[in-house]
């Protein structure tokens, strides 16, 4: 199993970005999947949850009303769109598969791992 982060960057505060991870190797319709984030020197934030057939999301408070995970199974991706951009979201941004609960914050929760996304967004 692989996952591909794409779609990070530098953008100013209150820009945009979207994310992508694409899998491979997994039965990725019936997968719940979920990104999180870790900023420098700090462990483990949850950021969402999407069930295989997209019809439960979940999301942390830091990020409710500003972020939206959506996924497209025929593409085997998952999507983060990332709204109304804060400099407290400057981190390095995960997806992962096949964890343990709902809410991720260790790395031992999830099987398989993206190698991240850098996202950086400045004042």
């Known amino acids: 199993v692989q996952l591909q982060e794409s779609g990070g960057g530098s953008v100013q505060s209150g820009g945009s970005l979207r994310l992508s991870c694409t899998a491979s190797?997994?039965?990725?319709?019936?997968?719940?999947m979920r990104w999180v984030r870790q900023a420098a020197g700090k462990g483990l934030e949850y950021i969402s949850f999407i069930s295989g057939g997209a019809y439960i999301t979940d999301y942390a408070d830091s990020v409710k009303g500003r972020f939206a995970i959506s996924r497209d199974n025929a593409k085997n991706t998952v999507y983060l769109q990332m709204n109304s951009l804060k400099p407290e979201d400057t981190a390095m941004y995960y997806c992962?598969?096949?964890?343990?609960?709902?809410?991720?914050?260790?790395?031992?929760?999830?099987?398989?791992w993206g190698q991240g996304a850098q996202v950086t967004v400045s004042s």
């Open positions: 190797g997994l039965s990725f319709s019936v997968s719940s």
């Open positions: 992962a598969a096949d964890c343990d609960a709902r809410v991720v914050v260790t790395t031992g929760q999830c099987r398989y």
